[in-house]
């Protein structure tokens, strides 16, 4: 049995707290990534390492020690170091003749590997090589995608589903309007996907709402689609699921239309209206003679009843 597969006792209380923070929630930690380099990788994808990490700071691990792995044969050490850093993301480079400058990402189910998908960088800027200023670490960044090619491939509509997860960071309530600092956009066409940081500059307009301009800020790639890993159907909804403590509960009698208006039913007792308080006028007052009539008139009906 593997060390990492054994129950452990924690003896002091900071290893309790550790095993606790690990154990299953109903709302799940934020997201960890882990960057790994492979046996041999080139400048350009150690470099691109470490420009995702910047982004990704504070949740990521970078690993700075070569591991001589080869992800789409043999998935165990992955495993083991997603384990052990306690990371459900990864991104793994290397660099050989058959495929030069090569990242696979990637994410975890269970500490097992659910989907990756390998590309292929053509085309890179560093953040280093860009003049520009930084947005600080931890910045939750905006996505967004742009090209068909996300909608209608299912490789790249799983690609577009692994790279909001890896970017996303955490989820938040409310945002802010000056908490919208960097801008991260993916362009598919014509078979590459481009990818570029933006910094979000908010200038005086005249107006409450600021005018926007976009700032390069790095890191810029341009990759290309090699292979693929991707989960059965069946295990891809399965990792999907919700708890149903989760799950909201179905208000009845409550409806919403297409614009978010929200239409409720409401059901009551059968009212007698004849007994209904109106407004008071002059107008709709009961002159003496029709009070005379009314009255002889309940008069009577006793008299019959008895």
């Known amino acids: 049995m593997d060390a990492l597969d054994r129950v452990v006792k924690p003896k002091t209380k900071r290893a309790k707290r550790f095993l606790e923070k690990r154990e299953p929630k109903l709302s799940e930690n934020i997201k960890n990534a882990m960057l ?71 994410r975890m189910y269970d500490y097992h590997v659910l989907d990756m998908i390998e590309v292929g960088i053509e085309k890179f800027v560093s953040l280093k090589d860009i003049k520009n200023s930084k947005c600080p670490e931890g910045t939750k960044p905006m996505l967004i995608f742009a090209g ?10 799983r690609l577009k589903s692994l790279l909001i997860d890896f970017f996303r960071g955490p989820t938040v309530s409310n945002v802010r309007l000056a908490g919208l600092e960097y801008v991260l956009h993916f362009t598919a066409l014509n078979g590459k996907i481009y990818f570029r940081s933006y910094k ?78 109106t407004r008071k006028m002059k107008g709709l007052k009961k002159r003496p003679a029709e009070r005379k009539a009314e009255d002889q008139e309940k008069k009577s009906k006793r008299i019959k009843k008895d």
């Open 148 to 157: 068909d090619d996300f909608d209608v491939t299912e490789d790249y509509r």
């Open 200 to 277: 979000l500059l908010l200038k005086k307009s005249g107006c409450r709402t600021p005018r926007i301009e976009l700032e390069e800020m790095g890191p810029s790639l341009d990759l290309v689609l090699r292979r693929t890993h991707l989960a059965s159907d069946d295990l891809y909804k399965l990792s999907m699921k919700m708890p149903k403590a989760l799950k909201p509960k179905k208000k009845k009698n409550v409806s919403h239309d297409t614009f978010g208006t929200t239409y409720g039913r409401i059901h009551m007792q059968k009212q007698d209206l004849s007994k209904l308080q």
């Open 36 to 106: 790994i380099k492979g046996g041999n990788a080139s400048s350009t994808v150690t470099q691109v390492l470490r420009d995702v990490y910047a982004l990704k700071k504070p949740y990521a691990v970078l690993y700075k020690k070569k591991n001589i792995t080869r992800p789409f044969e043999d998935q165990t050490s992955l495993e083991f170091f997603s384990k052990k850093s306690d990371c459900s993301l990864f991104m793994f480079g290397s660099h050989n003749k058959k495929r030069p400058n090569n990242l696979v990402i990637g």
